[in-house]
């Protein structure tokens, strides 16, 4: 018993040790990472957030940051199948609040969820059907060839 | 001041009718502007009345209005290009009568598609408009091979340039989803109709068909109309005038 738990003490100091070791390590990478943009081998997440949108997520960060693919999950459900649009929780918040400036957009280099989901190794794959610009920048980007039938051209070059 | 047992009886029955009365309209009124928090019920039944006397040959606005509106973009192959509605040209063989429809998903109270679809990403809300879970759906077309109206598209190309409001991508099959984006926000309309009213043919009507007081209902009560490929009791939310 004695020899356990003395293991077990050893093993725990380890653990703690360790911890610290590794949080003070992360911190400094942090700073590192903030200043420069990059760090030694992996580049830092890019943390924008449109600033006339207030500096307040619909929930804490450390909720967001652990549980944010739930709310979005569970709201893409109540959105398809029952019509409800509250924005709390809907992608379309998401992107309107963390689309790049200068992008407009969270994918990128430096978009926000892009180079997160980098960082952690996680595939992202809303963005694959989910519009990642910012509704406005949406709007300003021209359709590159939508879709006319035929007929369509001579029918417009009726009117006047 | 004294009531006698008349007046009293009087004035409760009053009350008892204002009360019946006032949720009653207090329901309708909720009914016209439902909150993005409710969920849709089945008070409604979204659909369409497309007078094809009034669909003018040639003119696709109908067709380019769907496409700027849900984002739908060319690649420049129409054999695999996603369509949503389409352009259907009748002709009657013994007097040459020629005469013109969009087509577009019928939007049936028994949707074919939804019966077939092995992960239940082909649905129905409860307001009788008929979508695809794209982020269920597998991409197995059934729901294609089933729907007698061949009006579902599968995505065979990367999509790019969608709109925040209708998702699009590779891999799915999608179709005409009435506008739902705007039926949520309360539009009460459709890019398809609204374009048609633009080119001043009034061709096609949305509405609520539940509602007896909306004009989609009321020109269905009043005037003839079909479904298309009635014998297959589909119950089309689409219902069509002068074929």
Same mark, same amino acid.
């Given at each position: ?15 703690? $040790? ?5 949080? +003070?390590? +992360?911190?400094?990478?942090?700073? @590192?990472?903030? &200043? ?25 960060? @450390? ?33 309107? =609040? ?14 926000? =969820? @892009?180079? =997160? ?8 794959? =809303?963005?694959?059907?989910?519009? &990642?610009?910012?509704?406005? &920048?949406?709007?300003?980007?021209? $359709?590159?060839? *939508?879709?006319?039938?035929?007929? +369509?051209?001579? $029918?417009?070059?009726?009117? *006047? | 001041? %004294? ?25 309708? /009124? ?6 993005? /928090? /409710?969920?849709?019920? %089945? ?113 065979? !190309? ?45 061709? #096609? ?8 007081? %909306? !004009? ?26 002068? #074929?």
């Amino acid at each position: 018993m004695r020899t356990v738990n003395l293991h077990r003490t050893l093993t725990g100091f380890m653990l703690a $040790a360790g911890l610290i070791l590794a949080s +003070s390590s +992360s911190l400094a990478h942090e700073k @590192e990472g903030h &200043a420069t943009g990059v760090s030694g081998r992996v580049p830092m997440p890019v943390h924008s957030v449109n600033a006339d949108k207030g500096d307040k997520c619909v929930r804490p960060e @450390e909720v967001m940051r652990r549980d944010h693919m739930k709310f979005i999950l569970h709201q893409r459900d109540k959105t398809m199948h029952e019509g409800i649009r509250t924005t709390q929780y809907s992608l379309k918040n998401c992107v309107d =609040c963390h689309a790049d400036a200068k992008t407009g957009s969270v994918l990128g280099k430096d978009g926000f =969820c @892009e180079s =997160c989901h980098a960082y952690a190794a996680v595939k992202l794959d =809303c963005f694959e059907c989910h519009s &990642a610009s910012r509704e406005a &920048a949406t709007a300003a980007i021209p $359709a590159a060839s *939508p879709v006319r039938a035929k007929g +369509s051209e001579s $029918a417009k070059g009726k009117k *006047p | 001041m %004294s009531i006698n047992r008349r007046q009293f009886l009087g004035l409760g029955g009053a009350a008892v009718a204002a009360t019946a009365l006032v949720p009653g309209l207090r329901l309708i /009124e909720l009914a016209q502007a439902r909150s993005p /928090e /409710e969920a849709v019920t %089945s008070l409604h039944r979204w659909g369409l009345l497309i007078d094809s006397s009034k669909c003018a040959d040639g003119c696709t606005s109908c067709v380019s209005a769907c496409a700027d509106e849900n984002g739908i973009q060319s690649h420049g192959r129409p054999a695999t290009d996603a369509q949503w509605i389409r352009k259907v040209t009748l002709k009657d063989k013994q007097t040459g009568h020629v005469q013109t429809l969009p087509l577009m998903c019928q939007h049936c109270a028994e949707p074919p598609c939804v019966d077939v679809c092995p992960t239940g990403a082909s649905f129905k809300r409860a307001d009788g408009i008929v979508l695809v879970d794209k982020h269920i759906c597998i991409g197995c077309r059934y729901c294609m091979m089933a729907c007698p109206y061949k009006a579902r598209s599968f995505i065979h !190309e990367v999509t790019t340039g969608q709109k925040a409001h209708a998702p699009r991508g590779k891999g799915t099959v999608e179709s005409c989803t009435l506008c739902v984006h705007k039926v949520d926000r309360g539009d009460g309309s459709t890019a398809c109709a609204d374009a048609c009213k633009k080119e001043g043919h009034q061709a #096609i009507l949305f509405g609520d068909l539940k509602d007896p007081s %909306s !004009e989609i209902s009321k020109r269905l009560a009043s005037q003839p109309s079909t479904q298309l490929r009635a014998d297959l009791k589909l119950n089309t939310g689409v219902r069509y005038q002068g #074929i």
